[in-house]
Nanobody
Framework: QVQLQESGPGLVKPSQTLSLTCTVS??????????WNWIRQPPGKGLEWMGT???????YYSPSLKSRTSISRDTSKNQFTLQLSSVTPEDTAVYYC?????????????WGQGTQVTVSS
């Protein structure tokens, strides 16, 4: 069974870069056709897809976040990482990593438990 676990700081100051890591077990992030995503849910709002890194390392980002988002991976550790720069309090959210492809987020089959990130001075 594939398991995902997010890790990273729970508090980030405004204007800094948020960095989160997703560690995958029970499966490889280089498995053909798999895509690995970052998704967030601000308080009181719905899920927002942020971006994905595919099995070959190609990346795609939400147009609204593209200028501030970077997703990378470490295949030796079976991890992928989110970096979100120039954060503001509006970036406060629960951040999830998940496996899946396509625009229907709720069809993604494996999710991490989520990690709360608060942007505050």
């Amino acid at each position: 069974q594939v398991q995902l676990q997010e890790s990273g700081p729970g508090l980030v100051k405004p204007s800094q870069t948020l960095s989160l890591t997703c560690t995958v077990s029970g499966g490889s992030i280089t498995t053909n056709s798999d895509h690995w995503n970052w998704i967030r849910q601000p308080p009181g709002k719905g899920l927002e897809w942020m971006g994905t890194i595919g099995y070959s390392g190609n990346t795609y980002y939400s147009p609204s976040l593209k200028s501030r988002t970077s997703i990378s991976r470490d295949t030796s550790k079976n991890q992928f990482t989110l970096q979100l720069s120039s954060v503001t309090p509006e970036d406060t959210a629960v951040y999830y990593c998940a496996r899946g492809a396509g625009v229907v987020i709720l069809r993604y089959d494996y999710w991490g438990q989520g990690t709360q990130v608060t942007v505050s001075s």
